[in-house]
């Protein structure tokens, strides 16, 4: 099956959506405001030359740390509209129903305590202190797009998504008989219930329970 690298690049945005937010709530100083406004003033008035100045300011890392929180934070918002328009399309329907479905009620606290909190506490606003947390996200990432531990996304929990793991009864998708799923879903699933499923990446699927009797409307039309 065909991985959906965009959804899943999205769900480790996502997942890593609150740290930012707290990044930035917590390197933010009054005394970042004012230096914006008269840098925006000298750029109307095309005094270029006062960019060979930014890269002195005692600030310059805090900014660019707010910059990239704000842009992941601006991307994490967008990828949930994605996530949501998602759920409306390209779901298969072959009467699948799931075995062995335990939920992971704990995935988004263990995402949040063991990558997001230990990181916020860190002092970033220094090139060091920005090189080393640049470094560490981008070994996180790397980990999450290796592996498919961006199920356990907080941001999900938050919505009212649920994680269950699960196996198939029976299914076409050869790849995955007898092996251990995770599904993100909304709503109750249990054994033997008949499921609609849309491939993300790994061995995530989105799913949801299926309404046997419109199931049975669209084979007959």
Known sequence: ????????????????????????????????????ISLSDHLKKQEWEILQHILHHPMFFTYVLELIC?????????????????????????????????????????????YVLPMAMDEIGTLRGLAVFALLMIMLYALMWKTNLYYQNPILTILGYEVVSFQFEDT???????????????????????????????????????????????KSS
């Not at 690298?5 to 004012?34: G, S, T, V, Y």
């Not at 704000?70 to 991307?75: E, F, R, T």
């Not at 509209?81 to 606290?109: C, H, W, Y």
């Not at 033997?192 to 491939?199: S, V």
Request: aromatic share 10%.
């Open 172 to 218: 076409q998708l050869r790849d995955f008989r007898n092996k251990e799923c995770i599904g993100i879903t909304r709503g109750a699933i249990e054994d033997g219930a008949t499921i609609k499923r849309q491939y993300i990446a790994d061995n995530v699927f989105l799913i949801y329970r299926e309404n046997t009797e419109e199931r049975e409307r669209k």
């Open 1 to 36: 099956m065909t991985e959906n690298k965009p959804m899943k690049r999205k769900l480790i945005m996502q997942a890593f959506a609150p740290l930012f937010l707290i990044l930035a709530i917590k390197n933010f100083r009054r005394e970042l405001i004012h230096p914006l």
């Open 70 to 114: 704000g842009i992941w934070i601006v991307y994490a918002l967008l990828s949930i509209r994605s996530f949501m328009d998602l759920q409306t399309a390209n779901f298969r329907s072959q009467g699948e129903k799931p075995k062995d479905v335990k939920k992971i009620s704990d995935s988004g606290i263990a995402f949040f305590m063991t």
